[in-house]
């Protein structure tokens, strides 16, 4: 979606380092999410943030830790990186979920992370 | 504990013939549902959306749904399969009152597949 870019698209690292993800939006949209997506488990919450510098943590999310200094930025770190982490991760903004709001999320294109 | 359960992890159809993949959810409060698509090596699009009022809610690509609370079921349905719709399929859910709920919670997907 032109809205919303991740980077990078593809990446392989080595156990035991560090690895950041950058999820990059010009929809000024108030809420950003990290998610992974293994086979045979859809997509799992990592973290998400609702506003500058304020996040929380998701179902999935020991071993990541995420940042958001600006609203179009949401950045997702792997402090030590293992092969477990080996996954497609997607990023995902929304601006509400209002009961009367027309709004769902909408998915960047993915980052295929390979942990070796 | 709130879920949400997609039955049958990958379905095959004839082309032409009707395409239904199955969506429950268990939730002490209402829910709001989507269907997302993901086509190959891309992101998630979304099909459709549940919020509020006409229960029977029309999607992209001749793709319907029907929100059930007596079931608590929301099927996607779509008459006449095409080769095109082979993809995977997410049902999604998200609960709060309010607004105050942003995440959103998804099945473990659908593999449609379209036989010619």
């Known amino acids: 979606d032109a809205g919303i870019t991740q980077s990078p698209r593809h990446k392989v690292t080595e156990t035991g380092t560090p690895v950041t993800l950058r999820c990059h939006q010009t929809e000024n949209h108030r809420y950003m999410y990290w998610y992974r997506q293994d086979p045979g488990h859809g997509l799992r919450l990592i973290h998400y943030s609702y506003g500058v510098k304020d996040t929380d943590k998701g179902e999935v999310s020991d071993g990541y830790s995420v940042s958001r200094s600006k609203t179009e930025d949401f950045l997702l770190t792997l402090e030590s990186a293992t092969s477990s982490q080996t996954s497609v991760y997607f990023c995902?903004?929304?601006?509400?979920?209002?009961?009367?709001?027309?709004?769902?999320?909408?998915f960047g294109s993915g980052t295929r992370l390979t942990v070796v | 504990a709130q879920s949400v359960t997609q039955l049958g992890s990958h379905v095959s159809v004839s082309e032409g013939a009707l395409v239904l993949l199955r969506c429950n959810y268990s939730s002490s409060v209402p829910p709001y549902l989507f269907w997302y698509v993901q086509y190959p090596n891309q992101g998630l699009q979304l099909l459709l959306k549940y919020t509020t009022g006409a229960t029977l809610v029309k999607g992209i690509n001749g793709f319907e749904a029907e929100f059930k609370k007596s079931e608590t079921s929301f099927h996607l349905t779509k008459p006449s399969a095409h080769m095109s719709d082979a993809a995977e399929y997410f049902c999604?859910?998200?609960w709060g009152l309010g607004g105050s709920n942003y995440k959103l919670t998804f099945g473990k997907g659908t593999l449609l597949t379209v036989n010619p």
């Open positions: 995902a903004i929304s601006e509400s979920l209002l009961r009367d709001s027309p709004y769902g999320y909408t």
């Open positions: 999604a859910v998200s």
